[in-house]
């Protein structure tokens, strides 16, 4: 007694579509440690995570040792939590269902909880962020696509079968853009990076006036932000337009769940006003009266390298502490 | 000991646009007795109260009495639980927030607890329907307007403020028709008794085929029920129509929450086939991939006239008893 | 659509020291059928669960068909629901841990869950009986030994690992009775058949008085009841012992867990006030001021014989549905 | 947006009998500042409470300001969470039920929540110290009485009132030694401060070996900590005896719960390995056998002087934002 050994510390991972990054974090939402790889495009999943887990062990080892690790949580771009698996992801190079927190925890002998992107930064706002002591909020993410994940009465909402918050391909605009999954008008072909292109070629076509988008070839997300802060007028209405779209997507979202706030993530909240501002003003004409004014518009506190390390963090603590060898 | 005075029956209560009924009800479902007295338009709210307070004295006095009756629980039009109030509604005589739950429980010195249409619905399905043993579902709501309540891993979705599950105020199509909520496009518009009687006009105005429907005046949604199964090609166009619009919205419903079964009530769906077949294909081809084919179109398996009063009386056994007189 | 095959049904199991009953349960607690085996105590657990799932079969095909049975629920000594498993059962002929659960869900490809006796009385009574509407509560199995459940918050608690409510074996009297566990003084030697059976003795050698106990050998409680109930003064001290010690064991569990009620259920309780008149009034004396007067002392409302299978099918009801041939 | 003005810090109080602090706490748990003043024992709490929103104010207006500050939670003797109020404190000066946490945010214009020490320091040691990840634990604190307060698959088990973990009252003994409570035997009459003393009297009296307590008048539990460090055998003896008796009452508390860890805080942990080891192998020897070496013995991992501040800021962090004043 009170020679108990505690493990004080988790394992954070974040697998990214380039890099993946793993972190020693304390109880507190310190950071003590970081390493990383690139994730690679081989469609061998075993390899990676035989990768992955040495990378873990290395880190751990060199910073206080393997037995003061509780678990680990894993960031994955469509995680799905219940499964533990990362399942019919069109960004990552492995297929199907792939059982990756069950893979690692059979390297490591630990216990590893994993879900999607949405999912893991919802629990680490809620634990160090934005969201601390909110019971009921939506967490978004903006960026090549986008996602969500939302909190009913202080708890991460799943699903039968975890796969809540796909917002991103609520439709929109009845026979809209083509999506890639196969629909059209999904919200995310307005609302993402991919969708603000879009929107900025059609903003291009619609006029003559001159602007820094013309003749950019291929245009991403960030140059549109450049220009706007720069003061492009076109680029300056491509993103409002994105904020009108994404408004109304989030009333729609908040009149059903009924959050105290809606907190933004992602490389395209980097256009700040020109996309937030039309998108809480769209929001609060569309979303059901009596919540009208009151739902609080957020963006992270967390630093942006840190946001998905401290919600896998955060999510290691949830599951049931494991070990192989005690 | 042994003599401890139990409590096995609670009241239940359906304040309806024009009827409002009670019934005593026991812990298994069975309704014991009912009442009813005409809802009224009276703008005062305390008569319509000392009469709903009346009424339940009476049935109760006459039914076993008193000493049995554990609580009270309340379907009422734009109820809001965590308020136990009638708020902002567009249909009662009695404005602003109406604090029934409240004003009932000083009467009866009984605890009264209120909640909408929808939430009161969904807690009956689960407790005595349709949705027995599910954790994650959706009941919706097909009147003169639409409304909904979801359930989140065993209890019902309250959000905030208790204003979740506003799906018929969730926009479909942006610029749509003008809904009373002050906004275009609301699903209601489209997929509720009114919106059916909208989509009926401009069916008639886009044929020349003959129709039932044409020269009614003024035409109503259990009409074109009724010519829909009488054989009528554009009435059962319109209540196509209305659902394919509903399995759009329920598709973007189902993407966020993920749910077991959708459990559909009201008078429309006394379109059965007609309107679910449409709804079912288009939500198919609409919900996230991964839970396509998955989710239970249901609709539910109380008899219409019981079914806000037994849930009801399942929301009356969910507050604290309380009593002024023991 | 609405040609959704919804499965209205659950079975309900009670594995008894010496008799199985199976029953076919629906929604509302209505006992469809009912059928039973010798349990017997053959060592094979292979061969119970084979005679089990027959007989389940048998009573389902005859009772409106295996298709309409969402799952099954089991009432098992020392049974262990998050392992859906009979642990270290002292009574059973089974001996360490029989994944009875899963034996049987591989049988009859249904999803089943089990659980022990005041786990599923618990939640039988929570669901259809007198803990209907409780949040906090306590259930108290009095038989040959004694067990119990409570909820927290409206759900049963479980803890870490299912073992919970061992009051049975909760310490009354530092060095008292020797109990099977290996333990002296646990609380069922002095509340259970056969600690009311080894307080008559002590009863009885402590005076000359005249008793129907006298000579009968060997002695069982529900003689006891009886002659308690027929005047006989040794037999009531030999019972309000046993009430007073159990008043003091409830007193130490409500003063932490707080509940709005105690249900006593089991054999014992056949005594009626002879032993819950000093229960409760023990109890009241020994209870946390605070709640003095506050916590109500109930028996069952649910037939004896019926107890266990309607808490097996609210069991029941509490897995997710699955089927090995949908 | 983005403008949103998000309210990063609490305000934790813990009042004590002697001595009243404030604190400045951070999401993370970080105290930012700290303040105190003397309890006092004036019976007028209006004063008392007066003062304390003096104290906070100035606190938070030397650092940061007033708009930064989220909600305050109150560590109190005699405290209960539902109520919000300080309920017929033995030892405050204030009798009967206080609402201290109406009281203060009137004052304030902030949401105030309030909870006893054992409540308050499970919440705080579950946030950020031992029991961080843990869903099943069971929080004790030795003082001048003894308290507790346990989860349920993560939450803080309230009961019906809020009067919940009165481990400290239960009967260890019958017609054991007189509690202040009025009751015979209670557990804090062996292994609190004052248990520890009345112990060590026996021994002294049981005995004619020598020891560094005889004749120390008055004696207390820090002296006989000192004295069993410094080797004194009796000292020890005594110590043996409060861990023999705290290991019997956890192992009933264990077996009724199945904790995952007990974590013991308060001053007399000071005895460490004197106190608990025999505590855990007399645990180890009592508790239910199928949890037998499975619960985890741990201390606190937070400083003595900031455990009830960061479990009250910890508490703040539950309840609803509220400012009279936006």
């Known amino acids: 007694?009170?020679?108990?050994?505690?493990?004080?510390?988790?394992?954070?991972?974040?697998?990214?579509?380039?890099?993946?990054?793993?972190?020693?974090?304390?109880?507190?939402?310190?950071?003590?440690?970081?390493?990383?790889?690139?994730?690679?495009?081989?469609?061998?999943?075993?390899?990676?995570?035989?990768?992955?887990?040495?990378?873990?062990?290395?880190?751990?080892?060199?910073?206080?040792?393997?037995?003061?690790?509780?678990?680990?949580?894993?960031?994955?771009?469509?995680?799905?939590?219940?499964?533990?698996?990362?399942?019919?992801?069109?960004?990552?190079?492995?297929?199907?269902?792939?059982?990756?927190?069950?893979?690692?925890?059979?390297?490591?002998?630990?216990?590893?909880?994993?879900?999607?992107?949405?999912?893991?930064?919802?629990?680490?706002?809620?634990?160090?962020?934005?969201?601390?002591?909110?019971?009921?909020?939506?967490?978004?993410?903006?960026g090549s696509g986008m996602g969500s994940c939302f909190y009913s009465n202080g708890h991460p909402h799943l699903g039968q079968d975890g796969f809540s918050g796909e917002i991103g391909h609520s439709c929109i605009e009845i026979g809209g853009r083509q999506c890639g999954c196969g629909n059209k008008g999904c919200l995310e072909m307005y609302t993402s990076s991919k969708g603000v292109v879009l929107t900025a070629k059609e903003v291009l076509a619609e006029s003559n006036e001159p602007s820094a988008?013309?003749?950019?070839?291929?245009?991403?997300?960030?140059?549109?932000?450049?220009?706007c802060n720069d003061g492009d007028a076109l680029a300056r209405e491509t993103i409002r337009r994105a904020g009108v779209m994404l408004g109304i997507g989030l009333a729609n979202y908040a009149s059903l769940v009924n959050p105290e706030a809606i907190i933004i993530t992602g490389k395209l909240t980097h256009a700040g006003a020109w996309l937030l501002d039309p998108a809480e003003e769209t929001f609060n004409e569309h979303v059901f009266r009596n919540i009208q004014g009151k739902v609080k518009f957020l963006t992270s506190r967390l630093e942006e390298d840190e946001m998905d390390l401290l919600g896998a963090s955060a999510l290691a603590w949830e599951v049931k502490e494991y070990s192989l060898f005690k």
């Open 213 to 227: 988008m013309r003749g950019v070839e291929p245009l991403n997300a960030s140059q549109i932000i450049t220009f």
């Open 1 to 142: 007694m009170a020679h108990e050994n505690l493990k004080t510390r988790v394992v954070g991972v974040e697998i990214g579509l380039e890099t993946t990054t793993t972190a020693v974090v304390d109880v507190r939402g310190n950071i003590l440690a970081k390493s990383s790889f690139a994730t690679g495009d081989d469609p061998n999943v075993a390899d990676f995570t035989s990768k992955l887990s040495e990378n873990i062990v290395n880190l751990v080892e060199a910073n206080g040792g393997y037995e003061m690790i509780r678990s680990v949580g894993i960031s994955a771009p469509s995680g799905n939590y219940p499964l533990g698996s990362i399942v019919n992801s069109p960004n990552m190079p492995w297929k199907g269902v792939v059982p990756m927190a069950a893979m690692l925890r059979d390297r490591l002998g630990l216990a590893v909880a994993l879900g999607n992107n949405a999912y893991v930064r919802a629990i680490g706002e809620r634990a160090y962020g934005a969201a601390h002591g909110l019971k009921d909020f939506i967490l978004i993410t903006l």
